[in-house]
Every structure is written in C-alpha cells, then in structure tokens.
Nanobody, 115 residues
Framework: QVQLVESGGGLVQPGGSLRLSCAAS????????MGWYRQPPGKQRELVAH???????NYADSVKGRFTISIDNAKNTVYLQMNSLKPEDTAVYYC?????????WGQGTQVTVSS
C-alpha cells in the first residue's frame, strides 16, 4: 500500500505561480512512476505531468513550458511547479503513483486561478 498526501493548492491570480507537493509513504520501494492529474469542473480527469523512477518526464500539451514535475527521492516527495497560470488551469489536482501493487491516488487539492 502507498499513501499520498497533496498540499500546496489555493487561489492565485492569472499569471501567478503555485507549487504542489505530494508526499508518499508506505510501500514506496515499489513505486516506479508518479504523476499529477487534474479534474476541471464538469470535466473528466486528465493527465498533467508524469515522471518515472528513471527521471523520464512527459507533459500534457496544454502545460508544456509552464509546468515542471520533479521528484525528491530523499523526501519521497513529488512536486509540480506551475507558472504562468491561466483560468483554465482551475481544477482539483490529484497525485498518482504507479507501484508494483497497483495505482494509488491522493485526496486532491484545489487550484483556482482567478482575478
């Protein structure tokens, strides 16, 4: 079992920045990839960014050049640095881990981009 706890969401003006954190605990040795997903109001959950244990990353086209995913293995934490935020980035952001025992999700953190 893997437990994920997100933090760092909030209200920010367009053009602003936020950094989301996701701390993993439990059977972290079995994790081989982690990612951030988001679910805008009234829409389906979508992939935002993904990072493998080897450091390979990929991003949704809508966030390329603005968002950066990174991982601190010493702290068992994955981050999502979000810059140049737009109103369409408003969503609940979820942390995900892919492990040998299955996929796990955090509880989600709200990000609202509004003036």
């Amino acid at each position: 079992q893997v437990q994920l706890v997100e933090s760092g969401g909030g209200l920010v003006q367009p053009g602003g920045s936020l950094r989301l954190s996701c701390a993993a605990s439990g059977s972290i040795f079995s994790i081989y990839a982690m990612g951030w997903y988001r679910q805008p109001p009234g829409k389906q959950r979508e992939l935002v960014a993904h990072i493998t244990s080897g450091g390979y990353t990929n991003y949704a086209d809508s966030v390329k050049g603005r968002f950066t995913i990174s991982i601190d293995n010493a702290k068992n934490t994955v981050y999502l640095q979000m810059n140049s935020l737009k109103p369409e980035d408003t969503a609940v952001y979820y942390c995900n881990s892919s492990a040998g025992s299955g996929d796990y999700w955090g509880q989600g953190t709200q990000v609202t981009v509004s003036s």
